[in-house]
């Protein structure tokens, strides 16, 4: 049942970033300089992103997990260079092929892997990673994006403020009966905390 909390601490990492920066930007009284649903779209490839990488564990090994993370380095680069017209050098060019050909090999190993104990579905497992990556792509980019023409304390605060409430719904409804059979008592709750 870990991968269920760890949706819980998604859910509480955007919580904080409200009450961090979402405090912050109410006391500056600052105005949008983005319309709020680009925000909620940003929020929701964040959420999606992290929903799908958390799930891919119940299905692959840790590490196949966190080899297939690295696939969203080279979908920045590409969405860089398609969006933000950014040049790469031969030798960065060279780097994104081998880090792609190894993804391949990470993704040939665990489906001809003779040991499935790894995982109980090590291909939805891989998929799920690769889905993440993208969307951790977009997300990146997005934000780089935003920083650099807007304002780093408006995007933290409403990708907190959309991102904890797509989480948290995402959360009540996929972890509904988990959530209606645990015992919420003091020890239940401390044996999470550490």
């Not at 680009?38 to 891919?56: P, R, T």
Request: charged share 15%; glycine share 6%; proline share 1%.
């Amino acid at each position: 049942m870990l991968w269920t909390w760890d949706h819980a601490v998604s859910f509480f990492n955007y919580v904080l970033l409200i009450v961090v920066y979402g405090s912050t930007f109410i006391i500056r009284r600052k105005t949008l300089k983005v319309r709020w649903y680009y925000y909620l779209l940003l929020a929701i490839l964040d959420v999606e992103g992290n929903f799908s990488v958390v799930k891919a564990y119940q299905y692959t090994s840790l590490t196949s997990v966190m080899l297939l993370d690295c696939w969203t380095i080279p979908c920045v680069l590409l969405l860089i260079w398609l969006f933000i017209k950014t040049k790469y050098n031969i030798g960065q060019l060279i780097g994104v092929c081998i880090c792609i050909l190894g993804l391949v090999l990470v993704i040939l190993s665990d489906v001809h892997a003779k040991d499935r104990s790894r995982g109980s579905n090590v291909l939805l497992g891989d998929a799920l990673v690769i889905i993440g990556a993208i969307l951790y792509a977009f997300t990146n980019v997005s934000e780089e994006f935003l920083i650099k023409n807007v304002d780093f304390l408006e995007l933290m605060t409403f990708l907190g403020l959309f991102g904890s409430t797509i989480s948290g719904i995402q959360v009540a409804i996929v972890e509904r009966k988990f959530l209606a059979n645990t015992s919420w008592n003091r020890d239940v709750i401390l044996s999470f905390s550490g």
